[in-house]
Protein backbone atom coordinates (compact mmCIF):
# COMPACT_ATOMS: atom_id res chain seq x y z
CA UNK A 1 0.00 0.00 0.00
CA UNK A 2 2.50 2.29 0.73
CA UNK A 3 4.66 2.24 -2.85
CA UNK A 4 0.91 2.94 -4.31
CA UNK A 5 -0.03 6.76 -5.59
CA UNK A 6 -1.51 8.67 -2.65
CA UNK A 7 -3.49 12.10 -1.88
CA UNK A 8 -2.38 14.32 0.91
CA UNK A 9 -5.22 16.00 2.30
CA UNK A 10 -4.20 18.96 4.29
CA UNK A 11 -6.61 21.69 5.80
CA UNK A 12 -5.50 25.50 6.86
CA UNK A 13 -6.63 28.11 8.99
CA UNK A 14 -5.18 31.47 7.59
CA UNK A 15 -5.02 34.56 9.46
CA UNK A 16 -7.19 37.56 8.24
CA UNK A 17 -6.87 38.76 5.38
CA UNK A 18 -3.54 36.62 4.50
CA UNK A 19 -1.34 36.90 1.70
CA UNK A 20 -1.42 33.43 0.13
CA UNK A 21 2.22 34.59 -1.93
CA UNK A 22 3.81 32.32 0.62
CA UNK A 23 2.01 29.53 0.15
CA UNK A 24 2.16 29.89 -3.71
CA UNK A 25 5.81 29.81 -3.37
CA UNK A 26 5.21 26.82 -0.73
CA UNK A 27 3.53 24.79 -3.68
CA UNK A 28 6.11 25.93 -5.77
CA UNK A 29 8.65 24.16 -3.60
CA UNK A 30 6.74 21.26 -3.55
CA UNK A 31 5.84 20.48 -6.84
CA UNK A 32 9.99 19.92 -7.50
CA UNK A 33 10.37 17.54 -5.06
CA UNK A 34 11.20 13.91 -5.71
CA UNK A 35 7.53 11.41 -6.00
CA UNK A 36 5.34 15.06 -5.91
CA UNK A 37 3.09 14.31 -8.88
CA UNK A 38 0.35 17.71 -8.40
CA UNK A 39 -0.14 19.98 -6.05
CA UNK A 40 -3.98 21.49 -5.42
CA UNK A 41 -5.53 24.38 -3.43
CA UNK A 42 -8.37 25.96 -2.98
CA UNK A 43 -10.13 28.65 -0.35
CA UNK A 44 -12.64 26.91 0.76
CA UNK A 45 -16.25 28.40 -0.86
CA UNK A 46 -17.55 28.36 2.73
CA UNK A 47 -15.25 30.08 4.24
CA UNK A 48 -12.52 32.18 2.49
CA UNK A 49 -9.97 31.82 6.00
CA UNK A 50 -10.09 27.99 5.47
CA UNK A 51 -7.67 26.33 2.69
CA UNK A 52 -7.75 22.95 1.94
CA UNK A 53 -4.85 21.35 -0.41
CA UNK A 54 -4.05 18.28 -2.23
CA UNK A 55 -1.12 16.80 -2.92
CA UNK A 56 -0.53 13.68 -5.13
CA UNK A 57 2.71 11.41 -4.05
CA UNK A 58 3.71 8.89 -5.88
CA UNK A 59 4.15 7.09 -2.72
CA UNK A 60 3.87 7.76 1.28
CA UNK A 61 6.96 6.88 1.07
CA UNK A 62 7.78 9.99 -1.34
CA UNK A 63 6.33 12.00 0.79
CA UNK A 64 8.30 11.19 4.09
CA UNK A 65 11.43 11.79 2.23
CA UNK A 66 10.40 15.49 1.83
CA UNK A 67 9.46 15.78 5.20
CA UNK A 68 12.91 14.38 6.37
CA UNK A 69 14.66 16.94 4.19
CA UNK A 70 15.00 20.20 6.73
CA UNK A 71 16.70 21.78 3.96
CA UNK A 72 13.84 22.40 1.76
CA UNK A 73 10.96 21.35 4.23
CA UNK A 74 11.61 23.44 7.17
CA UNK A 75 11.93 26.90 4.54
CA UNK A 76 8.76 25.83 3.30
CA UNK A 77 6.67 24.81 6.64
CA UNK A 78 8.12 28.28 8.10
CA UNK A 79 6.48 30.34 4.82
CA UNK A 80 2.85 28.41 5.28
CA UNK A 81 2.85 29.14 9.41
CA UNK A 82 3.79 32.71 8.24
CA UNK A 83 0.19 33.17 7.07
CA UNK A 84 -1.66 30.53 9.07
CA UNK A 85 -3.35 30.35 12.09
CA UNK A 86 -3.68 26.73 12.74
CA UNK A 87 -3.62 23.61 10.88
CA UNK A 88 -5.50 20.15 11.16
CA UNK A 89 -2.73 17.20 10.59
CA UNK A 90 -2.86 15.86 7.45
CA UNK A 91 -3.62 12.44 6.24
CA UNK A 92 -3.36 10.34 2.82
CA UNK A 93 -5.69 8.49 1.32
CA UNK A 94 -6.10 5.88 -1.70
CA UNK A 95 -8.53 7.73 -4.23
CA UNK A 96 -9.59 5.69 -7.28
CA UNK A 97 -9.81 6.64 -10.11
CA UNK A 98 -6.67 7.91 -10.13
CA UNK A 99 -5.77 10.15 -10.81
CA UNK A 100 -8.40 11.92 -9.26
CA UNK A 101 -9.08 14.46 -12.07
CA UNK A 102 -12.26 15.64 -10.41
CA UNK A 103 -9.92 17.29 -8.18
CA UNK A 104 -8.36 19.36 -11.01
CA UNK A 105 -10.59 21.97 -11.11
CA UNK A 106 -10.67 24.95 -14.14
CA UNK A 107 -9.24 27.39 -12.04
CA UNK A 108 -5.50 25.94 -12.57
CA UNK A 109 -6.25 23.67 -15.57
CA UNK A 110 -7.52 25.03 -18.77
CA UNK A 111 -8.63 21.39 -20.01
CA UNK A 112 -10.50 20.65 -16.75
CA UNK A 113 -14.23 19.39 -16.97
CA UNK A 114 -14.71 20.17 -13.46
CA UNK A 115 -15.22 23.97 -12.22
CA UNK A 116 -16.28 23.33 -8.57
CA UNK A 117 -15.89 19.96 -6.14
CA UNK A 118 -17.91 18.34 -3.67
CA UNK A 119 -15.24 17.35 -1.34
CA UNK A 120 -16.71 14.90 1.60
CA UNK A 121 -15.30 12.81 4.99
CA UNK A 122 -17.11 10.23 6.04
CA UNK A 123 -15.82 9.78 9.60
CA UNK A 124 -16.56 6.09 10.72
CA UNK A 125 -15.59 4.59 14.07
CA UNK A 126 -11.85 3.18 13.85
CA UNK A 127 -10.74 0.74 16.07
CA UNK A 128 -12.20 -3.21 15.72
CA UNK A 129 -15.92 -1.62 14.98
CA UNK A 130 -14.78 -1.05 11.57
CA UNK A 131 -13.50 -4.24 9.75
CA UNK A 132 -12.01 -4.93 6.72
CA UNK A 133 -15.72 -6.31 5.20
CA UNK A 134 -17.45 -3.47 7.04
CA UNK A 135 -14.63 -1.17 4.93
CA UNK A 136 -15.49 -3.11 2.21
CA UNK A 137 -19.57 -2.84 2.52
CA UNK A 138 -19.29 0.98 3.20
CA UNK A 139 -17.40 1.26 -0.25
CA UNK A 140 -19.85 -0.75 -1.76
CA UNK A 141 -22.37 1.96 -0.95
CA UNK A 142 -20.46 4.79 -2.03
CA UNK A 143 -20.39 2.70 -5.44
CA UNK A 144 -24.16 2.30 -5.66
CA UNK A 145 -24.62 5.75 -4.78
CA UNK A 146 -22.41 7.39 -7.79
CA UNK A 147 -23.92 4.68 -9.94
CA UNK A 148 -27.51 6.10 -9.23
CA UNK A 149 -26.36 9.66 -9.16
CA UNK A 150 -24.55 9.09 -13.05
CA UNK A 151 -27.99 7.45 -13.42
CA UNK A 152 -29.58 10.61 -12.57
CA UNK A 153 -27.06 12.83 -14.85
CA UNK A 154 -28.36 15.87 -12.84
CA UNK A 155 -28.04 19.36 -14.46
CA UNK A 156 -24.57 20.51 -13.91
CA UNK A 157 -22.86 17.42 -12.83
CA UNK A 158 -19.22 17.09 -14.33
CA UNK A 159 -19.21 13.10 -14.40
CA UNK A 160 -16.02 13.52 -12.97
CA UNK A 161 -16.00 11.63 -8.95
CA UNK A 162 -13.64 9.89 -6.48
CA UNK A 163 -13.44 7.76 -3.55
CA UNK A 164 -11.04 6.14 -1.50
CA UNK A 165 -10.08 5.70 2.09
CA UNK A 166 -7.45 7.44 4.00
CA UNK A 167 -4.48 5.52 5.68
CA UNK A 168 -4.51 4.58 9.26
CA UNK A 169 -6.96 6.70 11.93
CA UNK A 170 -7.33 10.13 12.47
CA UNK A 171 -8.72 11.38 15.93
CA UNK A 172 -11.96 12.92 16.18
CA UNK A 173 -14.14 14.32 19.56
CA UNK A 174 -11.25 11.91 21.34
CA UNK A 175 -12.34 9.29 19.33
CA UNK A 176 -10.18 7.16 16.68
CA UNK A 177 -11.73 7.17 13.25
CA UNK A 178 -11.17 6.31 9.40
CA UNK A 179 -12.04 8.47 7.08
CA UNK A 180 -14.02 7.43 3.70
CA UNK A 181 -13.26 10.18 0.98
CA UNK A 182 -15.70 11.34 -1.61
CA UNK A 183 -15.50 13.81 -4.52
CA UNK A 184 -18.03 14.76 -6.84
CA UNK A 185 -17.58 17.35 -9.85
CA UNK A 186 -19.81 20.09 -10.57
CA UNK A 187 -20.30 23.21 -12.75
CA UNK A 188 -20.94 25.65 -9.84
CA UNK A 189 -22.00 25.57 -6.42
CA UNK A 190 -25.59 26.32 -7.29
CA UNK A 191 -25.63 23.32 -9.79
CA UNK A 192 -25.20 20.77 -6.37
CA UNK A 193 -27.44 23.22 -4.32
CA UNK A 194 -30.02 22.44 -7.16
CA UNK A 195 -29.58 19.00 -6.87
CA UNK A 196 -29.85 18.40 -2.79
CA UNK A 197 -33.26 20.46 -3.44
CA UNK A 198 -34.12 18.03 -6.18
CA UNK A 199 -36.35 14.30 -6.07
CA UNK A 200 -33.51 12.23 -7.30
CA UNK A 201 -31.84 13.36 -4.62
CA UNK A 202 -34.10 12.71 -2.12
CA UNK A 203 -34.49 9.34 -3.50
CA UNK A 204 -30.55 8.13 -3.90
CA UNK A 205 -29.23 9.90 -0.29
CA UNK A 206 -31.02 7.63 1.67
CA UNK A 207 -28.35 5.36 0.60
CA UNK A 208 -25.79 7.10 2.80
CA UNK A 209 -27.70 8.39 5.51
CA UNK A 210 -28.08 4.50 6.63
CA UNK A 211 -24.34 4.33 7.33
CA UNK A 212 -23.47 2.91 10.76
CA UNK A 213 -21.00 3.49 13.27
CA UNK A 214 -20.04 6.99 11.47
CA UNK A 215 -19.35 9.68 14.02
CA UNK A 216 -19.19 12.61 11.49
CA UNK A 217 -19.81 13.60 7.64
CA UNK A 218 -17.65 17.17 6.92
CA UNK A 219 -18.21 18.49 3.19
CA UNK A 220 -17.32 21.45 1.67
CA UNK A 221 -16.85 22.62 -1.80
CA UNK A 222 -13.51 24.07 -3.31
CA UNK A 223 -12.40 25.28 -6.86
CA UNK A 224 -8.62 23.61 -6.94
CA UNK A 225 -5.50 25.54 -8.08
CA UNK A 226 -3.63 22.68 -9.74
CA UNK A 227 0.34 22.61 -10.18
CA UNK A 228 1.77 19.44 -12.13
CA UNK A 229 5.04 18.07 -11.98
CA UNK A 230 6.55 18.45 -15.85
CA UNK A 231 9.95 15.71 -14.84
Known amino acids: MSDMPVTEVA ?8 DLAPIAEAEKTL ?6 ISVR ?9 KLLVLVDWASVSSHHAFEANEAVHAPSLASLQSVMARHMTPYHATLLPYPPTV ?54 FSG ?23 AIGWDSLAAHLRFRDSEDFARIVPLLRAFEDLETVKMCHVSNHTLAATG
Open 11 to 18: YFTLQPNA
Open 31 to 36: IQQPGC
Open 41 to 49: SSRLHEDAN
Open 103 to 156: LDNADGKGAAVTNVTEFAEFYFRGGDVLTPEKMMSETKTILEFLKLLRAANPEG
Open 160 to 182: ETATGWAMGEVEYNEKKCRILVL
